[in-house]
């Protein structure tokens, strides 16, 4: 018994099985994850080492060499880069495709134990960091007000960031810029002395005083108590009399030798919007299984409440990932559903008959809930690529199901059976056929589904969904189809049909007989070219290789380009710079920034945070870099295009001394995110000012070519 004869003989369990489908199918469309494109990062880890007050070289030999020399005999390691810059290191170790990025984090972390002992003893305790794409921010809010920047830094660490904390689907809340709250205790070393007393001293006694002190437990008959001592010190008055001796003159308080005050660390980044005010950026970095667009939208709402309990508190959204994404996946939605409508107004002009056309009306959205469960299961999301597969798959999911069609109708008319029986026995006639070409197709994509590598992290999810598209048109076409075909022949409205249909039956007979006329004249042209067959064969090898020349002329792309409508800029001032320089660059970038209107708003993020994920995240890492977020206004009410606003702001930047080096491209330039440029050339050495002077030597002979 074949699969036909089951589904039309077991109508009622075919339909349950069916009705089952189309709730997963519905199910798995809006529970699946949605991004702008599938996961292709490589698996990258780096190592994040702050040693403060240590030039850049003495960073790379007492920190980077070591480091390096023991990674390299970590299983899967394809490339080793390090960075040194004055008091701070970074060394990345990128891993083969099918390294697991936890796996491989716990083992940079056993070689980052192996070689402590060799690192020096007074560095900060290095910092192991997973880098993918996944844990970029998906939304950042910039935080303002007229209050001093410390409370709004204070206010964004203790209630903002916990209140969004809690909203489902955001794995953390990274703070940038602003001042942390400090208390300075500025020692005179005259009174000190005076008293004869050493710094040391001070500061045990000071460290000893500020703690929580733990008493052990009391046990009742029916509790249990536990028993501190708190001794921190929330205001400035009680540290200033914490006892630090004595004399023959009576007790020596801190406020004695040092004067205290209410101050804020030292500020090693800052962050502004728009260029004028300064405040603090929060950034939201969602789970790794979370839906971005859900996530924005929690994230949103809860804002909302925000906004209304600290009226005096300025937030502004200056940066969202799921507007792009949204747009992307609507578009190409959109595009899906115009296209099935048409591939179903093009079946009806070919079939001419209704109720075939109804046929496969009913077949293609059944298909598609299929696949989209499929996918589902198959931990497929919903993106860029899977969504272009399924544009692309709309054709495929009726090629099976016209020729079990024009079978099933062929059994009916000509040859007199019933309903029923030419239902089963037509469907039954091709059913190997539709397999045979079926499983051909299938073979195609099923090697790039295990390529490996790169290959297969970029194909694999275009090709699945491809697979899955001709399993669910196969299956479609051998069981729904069938019953569907069955039922309507069975029907008795054929002389109602014509009157119904009148007028769209005609633009049927109108494009058959526009068919008929096309297949005269392209006889005739065939008679011609089979009696000129060297000219032909000639005209087709000439096109042939004039197509091959023009390759070049059109370019290559790995991933195509988009105008996404968000620039970052990544800059980096000049070895030795300090915050204000930086922070006077980045001024003049904005200035130029203001000049362009097509630009509706952004953010700077100057030099680096301590403790916050962002700055390894944006490639802002020191006080001589910075970070700006450009957004621009929507691409249907803009003239220029985005690489044009991008060449504008490159050539107003040259134009700034004391610049490094600087970037500018657009979200989604380049395939891989750990891919700075299209064209990375490196030049490797000890002496810096050779590598300068070739780097500069290199930079001129590209541009005069």
């Avoid at 490589?42 to 190592?47: F, G, H, Q, R, Y």
């Avoid at 919007?273 to 994230?299: F, H, L, P, W, Y």
């Avoid at 440029?677 to 300068?692: D, H, R, T």
């Amino acid at each position: 018994m074949t699969l036909t004869d089951l589904s039309v003989k077991h109508l009622y369990t075919t339909f349950a099985i069916t009705a089952a489908i189309i709730l997963l199918g519905v199910s798995s469309f809006f529970s699946m994850k949605t991004e702008l494109n599938p996961n292709i990062d490589p698996v990258v880890v780096s190592i994040f080492t702050t040693y403060q007050g240590v030039s850049a070289s003495d960073i790379g030999s007492l920190i980077n060499e070591p480091l390096e020399e023991k990674l390299g005999i970590v299983e899967g390691v394809k490339k080793i880069t390090s960075k040194a810059m004055e008091g701070k290191s970074i060394v990345t170790a990128e891993f083969d495709y099918d390294k697991d990025l936890d796996v491989a984090a716990v083992e940079v972390q056993n070689v980052v134990n192996l070689v402590r002992n060799q690192l020096p003893s007074d560095i900060d305790e290095p910092q192991i960091k997973k880098i993918s794409s996944e844990d970029k921010p998906i939304l950042t809010i910039a935080v303002s007000g007229s209050f001093p920047l410390e409370e709004i830094r204070t206010l964004a660490d203790n209630e903002i960031s916990d209140r969004l904390q809690l909203v489902k689907g955001v794995a953390s809340v990274d703070v940038f810029g602003g001042k942390k709250r400090e208390v300075e205790i500025s020692i005179d070393k005259d009174k000190l002395a005076a008293f004869n007393m050493s710094m040391s001293d001070v500061v045990s006694k000071v460290n000893g005083e500020n703690v929580v002190i733990p008493g052990g437990k009391t046990t009742r008959s029916n509790s249990e108590l536990l028993i501190r001592t708190p001794a921190q010190y929330d205001s400035l008055q009680p540290l200033e009399k914490i006892v630090i001796g004595g004399s023959s003159e009576g007790l020596i308080y801190l406020d004695d030798v040092a004067e205290i005050k209410d101050y804020y660390e030292d500020q090693r980044g800052s962050f502004y919007t728009m260029g004028k005010k300064e405040g603090v950026a929060v950034n939201i970095i969602k789970q790794r299984d979370a839906n971005t667009i859900e996530v924005v939208k929690k994230v949103k709402t809860t804002l909302k409440y925000l906004k209304k309990q600290y009226p005096e508190v300025n937030f502004v959204i200056v940066d969202d990932q799921s507007t792009l994404i949204e747009l992307v996946v609507n578009n190409l939605a959109l595009s899906i559903f115009q296209g099935i409508i048409l591939t179903i107004f093009v079946i009806f002009l070919f079939l001419n008959k209704w109720r075939n056309t109804l046929a496969v009306c009913i077949s293609i959205p059944i298909t598609f809930v299929f696949i989209l469960t499929l996918m589902k299961f198959s931990g497929l999301t919903l993106n860029s690529t899977t969504m272009a597969a399924l544009l692309l798959s709309i054709g495929m999911l009726v090629d099976d199901s016209i020729l079990v069609i024009e079978n099933i109708t062929r059994h009916y008319e000509e040859l007199g059976k019933s309903s029923l029986k030419a239902a089963i026995e037509g469907a039954n006639e091709v059913g190997l056929s539709n397999f045979s070409g079926s499983l051909t197709s299938m073979i195609v994509v099923f090697p790039v589904m295990f390529a490996g590598g790169f290959v297969e992290k970029l194909f694999r999810p275009i090709s699945m969904t491809l697979f899955f598209a001709w399993t669910g048109s196969l299956i479609a076409s051998l069981t729904i189809i069938p019953i569907v075909m069955s039922l309507i022949l069975k029907s008795n409205i054929r002389k109602k049909e014509f009157k119904i249909l009148k007028g769209i039956n005609w633009i049927g007979k109108t494009f058959i007989k526009f068919l008929e006329n096309s297949r005269d004249r392209y006889l005739r042209y065939l008679k011609i070219a089979l009696e000129h067959r060297a000219v032909v064969i000639a005209l087709g090898i000439g096109l042939l290789i004039i197509s091959l020349n023009m390759i070049p002329l059109i370019g290559m792309e790995m991933v195509p380009v988009m105008d996404s409508g968000q620039i970052y800029i990544s800059m980096e001032a000049e070895p030795g710079s300090s915050l204000k320089k930086t922070a006077w660059i980045t001024k003049q970038v904005e200035k130029n920034l203001d000049n362009i209107s097509e630009i509706e708003i952004y953010s700077s993020q100057i030099g680096t945070d301590t403790g916050s994920n962002t700055s390894s995240i944006t490639g802002a890492n020191g006080v001589q870099q910075s970070y700006i977020s450009v957004i621009l206004s929507n691409r249907n009410k803009r003239k220029r295009s985005i690489w044009d606003i991008e060449e504008e702001i490159r050539r107003n930047i040259n134009k700034i001394p004391g610049l490094r080096s600087f970037v500018v491209r657009e979200l989604g330039s380049t395939a891989i995110s750990t891919t700075k440029a299209p064209l990375v050339i490196k030049l490797s050495g000890k002496n810096s000012k050779v590598l300068e002077y070739m780097a500069k030597g290199k930079y001129n002979h590209i541009l005069d070519n």
